[in-house]
């Protein structure tokens, strides 16, 4: 069992938190507030206790970063060194404001411009075709959705699928740091879809092999 944090406390935040506190993991909520991070750990549950950022990411082994993608390097301002030789998992989509393509250019995705905002972290992305209204009921008559994992650093995205293989989701390593690119689109099509065929924000992506 790992000891996690958890940044940002919105709908992404708190359904990666009630997961992984669920499936026994020692999850430590993070917010730019203190008091907002005790009161949305409370409401995840008990078990996950809620910190400001500093003090959330200070302890654990792996850290989740659920912040919008234009807010991430905000985020890490000040985080950078306790972030340093672990492990951070970017979940964020670089989406416009219509939602119906991405702010990046082709050539980068927003995991890979986390890992160069933390070259001295182990950036791997993962739970990005995850909607948040999934973490509520993530299973789909008996199936898991999957979630794609990719990062440079073998070892580190071993590490996050071993945690994955905890949780109600089907993790499978999706190769490197830069296929990013390809799920950060992959979410423009699953929000298309939602939309055009009303899944109410409970919708995923699944492999069949
Ligand atoms: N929503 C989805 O279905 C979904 C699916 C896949 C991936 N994602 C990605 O997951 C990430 C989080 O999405 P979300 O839906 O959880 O967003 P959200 O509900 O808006 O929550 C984002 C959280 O980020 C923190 N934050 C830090 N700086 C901020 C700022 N300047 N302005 C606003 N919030 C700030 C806030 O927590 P504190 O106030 O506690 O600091 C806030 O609660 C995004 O990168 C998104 O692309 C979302």
């Known amino acids: ?16 938190a009630k997961v992984l506190s669920e499936a026994g993991h020692t999850v430590v909520l993070g917010s730019r507030d203190a008091g907002r991070a005790a ?50 998992v970017d979940i964020s989509n670089p989406l416009n404001a219509s939602y119906d393509g991405l702010v990046t250019e082709p050539t980068t995705s927003a995991a890979e411009l986390v890992a160069e905002m933390l070259p001295a972290s182990r950036v791997v992305g993962a739970f ?39 949780l109600p989701f089907a993790g499978l390593d999706a190769g490197a740091l830069s296929v990013a690119r390809t799920l950060e689109n992959m979410s423009v099509l699953l929000i298309q879809l939602v939309q055009k065929h009303d899944y109410h924000w409970r919708a995923g992506f699944r492999v069949l092999a």
């Open 39 to 88: 009161a949305a750990a409370r409401e995840v549950g008990p078990g996950v206790v809620g910190r400001e950022n500093a003090a959330a990411v200070r302890d654990a082994d792996i850290c989740f970063l659920a912040v919008p993608f234009a807010q991430e390097n905000a985020t890490l301002q000040g985080l950078r060194a306790h972030l340093a030789g672990k492990i951070v």
């Open 128 to 166: 990005k075709n995850t909607l948040a209204a999934v973490f509520a009921l993530p299973v789909f008559e008996g199936a898991q959705s999957t979630v794609f994992v990719v990062g440079d650093d073998e070892e580190a995205k071993q590490y996050l699928l071993g945690i994955i293989r905890t």
């Open 1 to 16: 069992m790992a000891t996690v944090a958890v940044i940002g406390t919105g709908n992404m935040g708190r359904g990666l």
